[in-house]
């Protein structure tokens, strides 16, 4: 759950982004069977890297916090890469 929030709000800046760390620190057991919220937010942006967080709570208490480092990419030099990786085989 936390890769998807996490890299929803990582487009926020606007550029794509892959993965490159995701830290996960648990507060307190999870309980099963009541509605989660999720929350994740664009935390900043260096250069190519993108730093985006994110909260878990369940019944008003925070579970889980979450951290993620992405790297920015061009979607064209990506593409084209994969083009010609994929003609190699």
């Known amino acids: ?41 664009l935390d900043r942006r260096e250069g190519r890297k993108i730093y985006a967080r994110a909260t878990l709570h369940a019944e008003g208490e925070l579970t889980a916090e979450a951290g993620g480092l992405f790297i920015a990419f061009d979607r064209e030099r990506f593409t084209a890469l994969l083009d010609s990786r994929n003609k190699d085989r």
């Open 1 to 41: 759950m936390f890769d998807e929030v996490l890299g929803s709000a990582q487009s926020l800046s606007g550029t794509q982004g892959m993965t490159a760390h995701l830290g996960i620190d648990y507060r307190r057991p999870t309980p099963l069977h009541v509605p989660l919220l999720l929350e994740g937010w």
